[in-house]
């Protein structure tokens, strides 16, 4: 019994310009969001103001 990958009879073509912007557009908005959730953690941001007690010590 002969066995064929369904992978082997799909063309393999690059995605759009558009899937890329939108890619690219994604992972700086999440390098983003990071950085500044990392210079609030830094800077103890938010250790004072209404919704201190939420924070973890």
């Known amino acids: 019994m002969k066995?064929?990958?369904i992978t082997s009879q799909v063309s393999r073509t690059s995605p759009?310009?558009?899937?890329?912007?939108?890619?690219?557009?994604?992972a700086l908005w999440c390098i983003a969001?990071?950085?500044v959730n990392i210079v609030f953690?830094?800077?103890?941001?938010?250790?004072?103001g209404p919704?201190?007690?939420?924070t973890a010590k």
């Open 3 to 5: 066995t064929h990958l």
């Open 16 to 26: 759009g310009p558009g899937v890329t912007v939108i890619g690219v557009l994604m």
């Open 33 to 35: 969001f990071a950085v």
């Open 41 to 48: 953690e830094v800077t103890d941001y938010f250790a004072g």
């Open 51 to 54: 919704f201190a007690e939420y």
